[in-house]
Each structure stands twice: as structure tokens, then as C-alpha cells.
């Protein structure tokens, strides 16, 4: 479980705070939720205890396994030939799957993986769409375990790209 002002991150939502635990009374029950207060974002979230394991949030990584990740791109990259073997409703649907993971290891290999396909021809409308939002939620985690600012994490993380 997490406490008040651990540094997670939400699949497909972004990286926040919890900043807040409380009971309330839902449909007769009383419930713990979690307030989390999403970064770059007014939008602040209240997750019940019972549903945190599916919604695979996590905890911001440490700047030891961000560095590791970052310093180790080219491990993410899948084979040409394995990237083009799938097209592009089946890759939407195989990179939704990794980003609702939450894995850190799984945004690397989605901003990897399009990235190389964007180098090759231009993506379409919901791949541009999946990789501009799966680096900026990437960014922000960089920011948080790094203590670097938006714009050096992004080209940090430009940087990091290699295919």
C-alpha cells in the first residue's frame, strides 16, 4: 500500500502524488480511498484501496533503475522485421496493453518501438496520439526521480532514444 506523499504513477493518467487518505460512506460501506494529485494537471483522483492492484499504479522509480533504463535504450527495441509483421490496429492494441502495465520497462519499449517506426514512415493519427502521450507521462516520471525539470527531462530522454 502507499502512504501520503509517495510519488506514483498512474497508467495512462500520469505521475502525482497521494496526498490524501480518507474513509467515505459508498452505497452503505465505508471505504479508504486514495487522493492523488496529478502533476502537470488540476485533476485530482480518488482511487478506492480495492481497486489500486488493478489499476497497476506504482511508485515513481528510483534514480538508480531510471538511469539503468535510460543508459539501456536498446534494449527495448524490437527487431524491424518483428515491428512491421504487425500492423497498425495490432500494434495499438499491443502497446494499450503495455501502457495500462504501468511497467517503466513497458513505456520505454512503447516510445522505443514508435519512435522506430516513426524514423521509417510517419505514424498515424492514434500512434502519434500513444507516443506523445506515453513520453510525456515518461517525462514526468524522469522529472520526479531525477529532480530535473520538464524541459531536461525531455531532451534526456531524447537523447536516450537510439534505434
Given amino acids: 500500500m502507499f ?11 500520469g505521475v502525482g502524488i497521494i496526498d490524501f487518505i480518507e474513509t467515505k460512506e459508498f452505497k452503505g460501506e465505508m471505504k479508504k480511498y486514495y ?7 488540476t485533476m485530482k483522483l480518488m482511487l478506492p484501496f480495492s481497486r489500486v492492484e488493478q489499476s497497476n499504479i506504482r511508485l515513481v522509480s528510483d534514480i538508480k ?33 503495455k501502457i495500462k502495465s504501468g511497467l517503466l520497462s ?11 517506426i516513426d524514423s521509417k514512415h510517419p505514424l498515424n493519427t ?4 500513444m507516443l506523445t502521450s506515453t513520453k510525456k507521462i515518461l517525462i ?3 522529472c520526479q526521480s531525477k529532480s530535473l525539470s520538464n524541459e531536461e527531462a525531455s531532451n534526456l530522454l531524447e537523447l536516450s532514444i537510439v534505434f
Fill in 3 to 13: 502512504n501520503i506523499g509517495d510519488k506514483i504513477v498512474y497508467p495512462s493518467q
Fill in 35 to 41: 487522493r492523488i494529485h496529478l502533476f502537470n494537471n
Fill in 65 to 97: 533503475t531510471m538511469d539503468y533504463n535510460l543508459d539501456n535504450m536498446d534494449k527495448f527495441i524490437t527487431k524491424g522485421d518483428d515491428l512491421m509483421n504487425h500492423n497498425f490496429k495490432e500494434r495499438l492494441v499491443i502497446n494499450s496493453t
Fill in 106 to 116: 513497458d513505456y520505454f519499449e512503447v516510445i522505443c518501438n514508435l519512435s522506430q
Fill in 126 to 129: 492514434s500512434e502519434k496520439q
Fill in 140 to 142: 514526468e516520471e524522469i
